[in-house]
T-cell receptor, first 110, second 112 residues
Framework: GQSLEQPSEVTAVEGAIVQINCTYQTSGFYGLSWYQQHDGGAPTFLSYNALDGLEETGRFSSFLSRSDSYGYLLLQELQMKDSASYFCAVRDRRASKIIFGSGTRLSIRP | ETGVTQTPRHLVMGMTNKKSLKCEQHLGHNAMYWYKQSAKKPLELMFVYNFKEQTENNSVPSRFSPECPNSSHLFLHLHTLQPEDSALYLC???????????FGQGTRLTVV
């Protein structure tokens, strides 16, 4: 079967750093993606990791460890506009589709 | 604006009604998807189309009927829905089945 686990809620302070973890279980693995969704908005693509290691895109970084079936999204210099839900997603090679986690709601305090 | 447009944005329908959701993508993508998003639940994949052919039906009840007349358009026909079908229905497209998905703004459906 396929499943993804991520925390349901995370709270952080403006200007700080926050890490959102994701563990996954799939019958075949092609890559781990992260999406951001603001309230009332559409999910938007943030990053994709196919290989182990860290990928950095501005204030956001994403990490993957295939041997641990684990990844995380790291957000630095948090801004109020980063308050949103963040979804990890896997591309299952066998199923050839994208499966999403339940999402982590990130709340940022001044 | 993500290049994926969904209409209507909001829909209220009775359980005996028939309605259709429309999705259009202007990105030249070959794959299109319907997802259901309910409160506090993961995004649920409903249907996948690749080059107009349905490649995935994720055990969706027959009261939901998809149609993909071409690679740019995707419909979801609804009939005799239940109140528990109330949710945000998201359409997405991708270049192929393994690249990142671009989502529309969704249709907020309420079944009364």
């Amino acid at each position: 079967g396929q499943s993804l686990e991520q925390p349901s809620e995370v709270t952080a302070v403006e200007g700080a750093i926050v890490q959102i973890n994701c563990t996954y279980q799939t019958s075949g693995f092609y890559g781990l993606s992260w999406y951001q969704q603001h309230d009332g908005g559409a999910p938007t693509f943030l990053s994709y990791n196919a290989l182990d290691g860290l990928e950095e895109t501005g204030r956001f970084s994403s990490f993957l460890s295939r041997s641990d079936s684990y990844g995380y999204l790291l957000l630095q210099e948090l801004q109020m506009k980063d308050s949103a839900s963040y979804f990890c997603a896997v591309r299952d090679r066998r199923a050839s589709k994208i499966i999403f986690g339940s999402g982590t709601r990130l709340s940022i305090r001044p | 604006e993500t290049g994926v447009t969904q209409t209507p944005r909001h829909l209220v329908m009775g359980m005996t009604n028939k309605k259709s959701l429309k999705c259009e993508q202007h990105l030249g993508h070959n794959a299109m998807y319907w997802y259901k998003q309910s409160a506090k639940k993961p995004l649920e994949l409903m249907f996948v189309y690749n080059f107009k052919e349905q490649t995935e039906n994720n055990s969706v009840p027959s009261r939901f009927s998809p149609e993909c007349p071409n690679s740019s358009h995707l419909f979801l026909h609804l009939h005799t829905l239940q109140p528990e079908d109330s949710a945000l229905y998201l359409c997405a497209s991708s270049q192929d089945l393994r690249t990142e998905a671009f989502f529309g703004q969704g249709t907020r459906l309420t079944v009364v």
